[in-house]
């Protein structure tokens, strides 16, 4: 069976030939290797693929050289805990740092001079019956950039644009970001489309948070993100306000489009504290799998409960959940 590979499939592979620097010739197979069609006819191109990426991440954490390119500490992934991944990016002094410390229990290193933050953080932040992973990372400036950001923000489920709104350079500072992530085929979005526009390009669902919202000169900034940036989700934030930083949660797990369902048993009541996680569209039968395959082979029908719409109502595997709804299986 041909391979039937894309054409943009050709132009990046030639780029990773010629690419030297270990890190960037991780980040372009890994492009390759998603990009490749899966069927019989490239099962060999991918068993090759995933060798050559074993071998380079290998290389890395072993600190070996590749190709003459010496190799430097790499954070380049982060296992995804929670319900969902979103990574924090921004200019310098943004404010990133100090919305983790709020927002979860983690403790960043937070200064008044620009680009404390060397290497990604992790923390967990509690939204009502879930957590959710968020990633500090290091700023974005014309004068610094980690590449190893490139994959964290390819990884996550969705970005957080902090900006600081009393920032005289709030345009530039944003559209610096945009324009070094659109070269590294990354695509900040409101949302992402059905079908891409461009294969080689990844489309990241964006949230851009307006911070410092009570200082006394951020209207300015929220003015000028409101006629600039108004396709985006917009959010104002201060650590200094309770009441924006539960917005913040909300807007962060709406983000992730993601959905929880409560499972109950024949006459007990709903296990509220340890929901089912799934994409928004998740069916009655992908919840079931999520117990076990052979539970979900079993499973007959189920009965949903949903608030001002479903009393113990009968449906089939294919039914859709949404956000909340408590189901019994039967099988």
């Known amino acids: 069976m041909p391979a039937n590979l894309p054409p943009q499939y050709y132009e990046l592979e030639r780029e990773y030939k010629k690419e030297q620097d270990p890190r960037e010739k991780l980040r372009l197979a890994q ?3 998603a990009m490749m069609p899966k069927h019989k006819g490239t099962d060999k191109l991918q068993a090759e693929l995933k060798a050559k990426i074993s071998k380079l991440k290998e290389q890395l954490e072993s600190g070996q050289k590749i190709h003459g390119a010496r190799h430097l500490e790499t954070h380049d992934h982060i296992d995804r805990e929670g319900a969902g991944q979103a990574i924090l990016i921004g200019p310098p002094n943004s404010g990133k740092s100090s919305l983790l410390a709020s927002l979860t229990h983690a403790h960043p290193l ?3 001079y620009p680009l404390a933050t060397r290497e990604p953080l992790t923390g967990m ?6 957590q959710i992973q968020l990633i500090d990372t290091p700023s974005i400036a014309p004068e610094h950039f980690e590449n190893y950001l490139i994959n964290l923000i390819r990884q996550a489920d969705s970005v957080l644009l902090v900006v600081d709104l009393t920032s005289t350079d709030l345009e530039k500072e944003i559209a610096h970001i945009f ?3 659109q070269e590294k085929r990354i695509r900040l979005c409101a949302e992402i489309p059905l079908v891409p526009d461009d294969p080689l390009f990844s489309c990241k669902r964006t949230l851009i948070v307006g911070h410092k919202m009570l200082e006394d000169n951020s209207a300015q900034g929220m003015d000028f993100l409101k006629k600039t940036y108004s396709s985006f989700p917009l959010i104002w934030s201060s650590i200094l306000d309770d009441d924006s930083l539960g917005a913040l949660r909300r807007a962060i797990f709406a983000s992730l489009r993601i959905i929880r369902a409560y499972t109950k048993k024949i006459g007990q009541a709903a ?5 089912i996680v799934l994409p928004v569209g998740g069916t009655i039968e992908q919840a079931a799998l999520t117990i076990h395959k052979d539970f979900a082979r079993q499973l007959q029908f189920a009965k949903i409960w949903r608030e001002g719409h479903f009393e113990g109502y009968k449906v089939s595997r294919t039914f859709v959940l949404a956000d909340g709804d408590i189901v019994e299986f039967h099988i």
Do not use: H, R
Request: net charge negative; proline share 5%; aromatic share 4%.
């Open 271 to 275: 296990a509220i504290a340890d929901p």
């Open 179 to 181: 324009n070094l992530l």
């Open 125 to 130: 932040m509690a939204f009502e019956t879930v």
């Open 110 to 112: 937070i200064t008044d």
């Open 31 to 33: 492009e390759l290797l």
